[in-house]
C-alpha cells in the first residue's frame, strides 16, 4: 500500500503548480494545494516520502525473520530452503543498487525510483500471492530487486535537492 501511495505522491509533487493533489499534512490547520506550497516544504515532503520508503524496504527484510519457522512449516521444507528468502531478497537488492545508480544518472532519478518502488510493489503482491515455496523465493528476489532503489537513488534524491547543510539535518 505504501508503494502505491508513494508512487502517486511523488508523481503528484513532480507536477508542481497545476497538481490536483492536496496535501496530506495540513499547514496551519487547513488543507492546502501543492501548488500552494513552498520549494522548501515540497522538498521536505519528497525527503519524508523517500525515508519511509527506505524504511519500507529495510522492514521487508526484518519482517519476514519471525515467521521463517512458520513458512517452513507451512510449506513442510527445511531450514536451508526457507532461509534462501532472506537471501534473495538481499542478492536482488544488492544487485539491483549498482544498476539503478547507473541508470538514475543517464536517465533520470525520478523516472528510475518509481520503476523500482513499482518492481517492490510487485514483489510484495507476488509474495502474497505465492502458492509454493519455490515462487516465494522469486517474488522475494523481485521485492528485494525493486527494494535496492530506495537506498540508492532515494537517497542521491535527498542530497540532489538539499543543500549540504540541509541535507546532514534531514
Do not use: H
Not at 85 to 93: D, Q, V, Y
Not at 123 to 144: D, K, M, V
Request: charged share 15%; proline share 1%; aromatic share 10%.
Amino acid at each position: 500500500v505504501y508503494s502505491v501511495l508513494s508512487i502517486i505522491f511523488i508523481k503528484d509533487l513532480s507536477r508542481g503548480k497545476k497538481s490536483l493533489l492536496t496535501c496530506v499534512a495540513k499547514e496551519r490547520n487547513r488543507e492546502c494545494k501543492m501548488s500552494q506550497m513552498s520549494f522548501q516544504t515540497k522538498n521536505l515532503y519528497i525527503a519524508q516520502i523517500i525515508l519511509m520508503a527506505i524504511i519500507t524496504e529495510m522492514g521487508s527484510t526484518d519482517i519476514i525473520l519471525p515467521s521463517l519457522p512458520n513458512i517452513q512449516k507451512f510449506y513442510v521444507v527445511s531450514t536451508d530452503i526457507v532461509t534462501l528468502l532472506i537471501s534473495f531478497n538481499l542478492f536482488g537488492a544488492a544487485l539491483s543498487g549498482i544498476l539503478y545508480g547507473w541508470f538514475s544518472d543517464n536517465i533520470g532519478r525520478r523516472k528510475i525510483y518509481l520503476l523500482g518502488l513499482s518492481i517492490f510493489f510487485l514483489g510484495s503482491f507476488l509474495c502474497s500471492l505465492s502458492t509454493s515455496i519455490f515462487i516465494l523465493i522469486i517474488a522475494r528476489c523481485i521485492q528485494g530487486t525493486g527494494g535496492g532503489v530506495c537506498a540508492t537513488v532515494g537517497l542521491a534524491i535527498i542530497k540532489d535537492i538539499f543543500n549540504e547543510k540541509s541535507y546532514v539535518k534531514t
